[in-house]
């Protein structure tokens, strides 16, 4: 069973940062391809960013250049730094983890609010 355990959610203010974390452990060799995701309240989950093996990184328009997915392979932990935080970023954040062997793992969420 491959668990997957997000943290660093909170209340931030407009234009604030805010930096995520995702512990990845269980039964794997490597914490594979990685990615967020958010659901925000009447919204399906989407794609925020995404980091392969190789390190490889890819985002949704609406977060380039002000988002920064990273990881340690060897602390099995994949990073979300969001700068300058707008109201729309509010959501629960998800960790997802992709593996041929595995299969899709997702965390159980962390809330970010971006509000005064």
């Known amino acids: 069973q491959v668990q997957l355990v997000e943290s660093g959610g909170g209340l931030v203010q407009p234009g604030g940062s805010l930096r995520l974390s995702c512990a990845a452990s269980?039964?794997?060799?490597?914490?594979?391809?990685m990615g967020w995701y958010r659901q925000a309240p009447g919204k399906q989950r989407e794609l925020v960013a995404m980091?392969?093996?190789?390190?490889?990184?890819n985002y949704a328009d609406s977060v380039k250049g002000r988002f920064t997915i990273s990881r340690d392979n060897t602390k099995r932990i994949v990073y979300l730094q969001m700068n300058s935080l707008k109201p729309e970023a509010t959501a629960v954040y998800y960790c997802?983890?992709?593996?041929?062997?595995?299969?899709?793992?997702w965390g159980q969420g962390t809330q970010v609010i971006v509000a005064s």
């Open positions: 980091i392969t093996k190789g390190g490889s990184t």
């Open positions: 269980g039964n794997i060799f490597s914490i594979g391809t």
């Open positions: 997802k983890r992709a593996s041929a062997t595995r299969g899709v793992s």
